[in-house]
């Protein structure tokens, strides 16, 4: 990985420590709920993924605090979660019921963990934290076991234009190896946090996110496109019924969302 990548890694991991306590602590998250046996997953991902998991091995991806990942032991999974955050592996360690946590940046995973997996799961806000795209899908591969599963759910790189088109200056959809800077008070999660920082996003649109995978040697069962949002991340969104968010009135109009299936051969 080049240096440059290094640094912008480096300045997002303080962001997301800065971020993860608020997270921790927010209406967003939810952490009571879930210690009373709620579970933080959608109905997507849960659909898609299947229910009837009991005892599949799982490879979580950029699992910020853990809440997903242990969402997934709760429904039967046996999943290790990864982030770079100390912050948030700490309070994932804390929250833990079975499941292991790993603190590393995903780029770094191979020379940490010597596991193979059953699925290799990650989802909404994940890839635009992530410079390049060639050793993320050679990851995934890497950690499948033969005829595994990669499944991922993620903000469609289309909403990035329509939100952009509300700024003055519009960034557009395809991306360059220079990340894009956006400055921020509060988080998606908790928006009156008092917190001003620089964050450093990557635009990959969907065309590289299939071919980085399919380059790796994963065969694509599916690619959905969703025209609501699960989760009210974006300024303006408004709510249409029960986990479903537009921007203004924007319904059936835009793609919000995707997933991907993808086997190992
Ligand atoms: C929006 S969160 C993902 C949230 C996830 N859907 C969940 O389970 O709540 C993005 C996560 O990516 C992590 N992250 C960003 N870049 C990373 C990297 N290079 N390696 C590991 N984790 C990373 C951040 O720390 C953060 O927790």
């Known amino acids: ?5 290094k640094k912008y890694i480096y300045l997002n991991k303080q962001l997301w420590n800065a971020w993860s306590t608020n997270h921790t602590n927010s209406d967003f998250y ?27 091995t799982m490879l979580h991806l950029q699992c910020h605090f853990g809440l997903d990942t242990l969402s997934w032991e709760r429904l039967g999974d046996i999943p290790t979660g990864v982030d770079f955050s100390e912050n948030s592996i700490h309070t994932a360690w804390k929250l833990n019921m079975h499941s292991q946590f790993i603190l590393s940046d995903i780029y770094d995973l191979k020379s940490r963990l010597e596991k193979r997996f059953d699925v290799v799961f990650t989802s909404y806000g994940m890839l635009f934290w992530l410079p390049e795209l060639k050793s993320w899908a050679e990851i995934i591969y890497h950690f499948l076991k033969p005829g595994a599963t990669f499944y991922m759910v993620e903000f469609h790189p289309f ?6 088109e509300l700024k003055e200056t519009p960034n557009g959809y395809f991306g360059s190896n220079e990340p894009v800077r956006y400055h ?31 380059r790796a040697g994963l065969q694509i069962r599916f ?16 709510r249409i019924s029960n986990g479903k968010y537009v921007i203004r009135d924007f319904t059936d109009k835009f793609p919000y969302m995707f997933s991907i299936m993808a086997v190992k051969p």
């Open 1 to 5: 990985m080049n240096s440059d990548y």
């Open 30 to 56: 939810d952490v009571e709920g879930f210690k009373k046996g709620a579970h933080s997953l959608t109905d997507i991902e849960i659909s898609e993924l299947g229910e009837e998991v009991n005892g599949r």
């Open 159 to 164: 909403l990035d234009i329509l939100v952009d």
């Open 184 to 214: 921020l008070t509060g988080t998606y999660a908790a928006p009156d946090a008092d917190i001003t920082a620089d964050e450093y996003r990557w635009k990959h649109p969907v065309g590289d996110i299939i071919s980085s995978l399919t």
């Open 223 to 238: 690619f959905h496109e969703f025209n609501y949002c699960a989760y009210p991340v974006y300024p303006g969104m408004i």
